[in-house]
Each structure stands twice: as structure tokens, then as C-alpha cells.
């Protein structure tokens, strides 16, 4: 009888082993597979849209579609304030990082000639580059045709530009058409065209900022996700 007994606990003991070890199993295929490891595996094997680093201070890497594209070009128009604020060499050699080898001369010329016209037109004569708050701000941009060779982006900005000694700073509305091509692996500019505008009205009374406001606020980090 007690040898019954044994063999009968030894058979319990050993089935609820195994219910157990059916239980566990269930477990681990009803929960989640939230491994970090795995998610970020996972993240790694999507297409990034870029940029993957910089050079000179140009952002580059960008992913051959549409989407690196539009992010590309919303990166190239935000750099007006660094070029402008770049001494000639540096610019240059930014403008080499940025644009293609069709497009380079034409676009620092274009560069240049921009310094030159909002200098100007802030009656800022005898400003250096240091003492021009220029910043443009991109607000948002559509991709008007896309090839994995070439791609064509409008973004709609805003450019806020002043000087030491100028009064409030001047704010321009304006859309660039940016012309992009497939060039060393990556985006680069092809084409600049701007318009001016849209532009919308200031709101009644509304407050016009200082010199030292705007650059406190145009110095913080951009938006995300442009």
C-alpha cells in the first residue's frame, strides 16, 4: 500500500511538473515580444530618412526616396543664417558639401549676392557677418515630384533678418523651390528659385520683438520633423 502511495504522489508531483511547465510556455506566447534589443533591431531595418552625420556643419546622409528628399531640402533652405555668417572660404567649402558639382558656383554666387541685397536693403553698410542676425525658418514643404535621380521640393519659410544698430529685426515670408539631384550618394542642390510669400498679416497691437529677443529665441534648437 505504500508503495502505492509513493507511486501515486510520484505521479502527481510529476504532472504538475508539467502544468507547470505548460503554463510557463503559454505565458511567454501570450506576452509581448518587447525585447529592446529586438525593437531596436526591428528600428535598424526601416529606412532612415537621415541625416546619418554632418560635414563642415552641412547635414548629409540623407535616404534615396521622397521623403530624404523633402528632408534634405527643408535642411538646405534652414542653413541661410550659417551661410551667411560663414567667411567666404568656409562658405564656399559648405556650399561644396551642400550643392552639386553642375550647381556649387552658381549657388555660392547666388549666396553671396543675397548677403549683399539684405545688407543692403537693412541700410546696414559696414556690418560683418557676426553682428547680421539672419535665420531662416522652415515651416513646411511638399514634394512636387520625386525620382530615385532627381527630386523637386517647395518650403515655405520664414526669414528673420537684423542688425547691431538697425532697429527691430524684419521678418520675409517666402517659398524656395528647391532642385535636387543624386549625386556621391547622396542629395544635393541642383536648383535655388525663391518668390515672396505667403504672407500673412500681423495680428492688431501685436508686439514687435527687439534685436536681442529674436536672437535669443532663433538661437534655440529647431523643431523636429520638419
Request: net charge negative; with cysteine; glycine share 8%.
Amino acid at each position: 500500500m505504500r508503495r502505492v502511495m509513493v507511486v501515486g504522489a510520484t505521479v502527481l508531483v510529476a504532472a504538475a511538473a508539467i502544468g507547470l511547465r505548460t503554463c510557463a510556455a503559454a505565458g511567454r506566447e501570450a506576452a509581448p515580444p518587447a525585447s529592446p534589443s529586438t525593437a531596436a533591431e526591428s528600428a535598424d531595418e526601416r529606412p532612415a530618412t537621415g541625416p546619418r552625420t554632418e560635414e563642415l556643419g552641412v547635414p548629409v546622409g540623407w535616404s534615396r526616396d521622397a521623403t530624404g528628399a523633402r528632408a534634405a531640402a527643408v535642411s538646405a533652405v534652414s542653413l541661410t543664417g550659417e551661410l551667411a555668417r560663414a567667411g567666404f572660404i568656409t562658405r564656399s567649402d559648405m556650399i561644396r558639401v551642400l550643392a552639386s558639382r553642375r550647381y556649387g558656383p552658381t549657388l555660392a554666387d547666388l549666396s553671396a549676392a543675397q548677403l549683399d541685397a539684405f545688407i543692403d536693403d537693412l541700410a546696414g553698410e559696414g556690418l560683418t557677418p557676426s553682428q547680421l542676425l539672419l535665420q531662416e525658418l522652415p515651416l513646411t514643404a511638399v514634394v512636387e515630384s520625386a525620382t530615385a535621380n532627381s527630386a523637386t521640393v517647395q518650403v515655405w519659410a520664414l526669414l528673420v533678418a537684423g542688425g547691431d544698430r538697425l532697429g527691430a529685426p524684419r521678418q520675409l515670408w517666402r517659398t524656395v523651390t528647391v532642385e535636387l539631384v543624386w549625386e556621391e550618394g547622396d542629395w544635393q542642390v541642383d536648383g535655388w528659385t525663391v518668390r515672396p510669400g505667403p504672407t500673412p498679416a500681423l495680428a492688431t497691437n501685436a508686439p514687435v520683438a527687439s534685436l536681442a529677443e529674436m536672437r535669443e529665441v532663433t538661437a534655440w534648437p529647431p523643431v523636429g520633423g520638419a
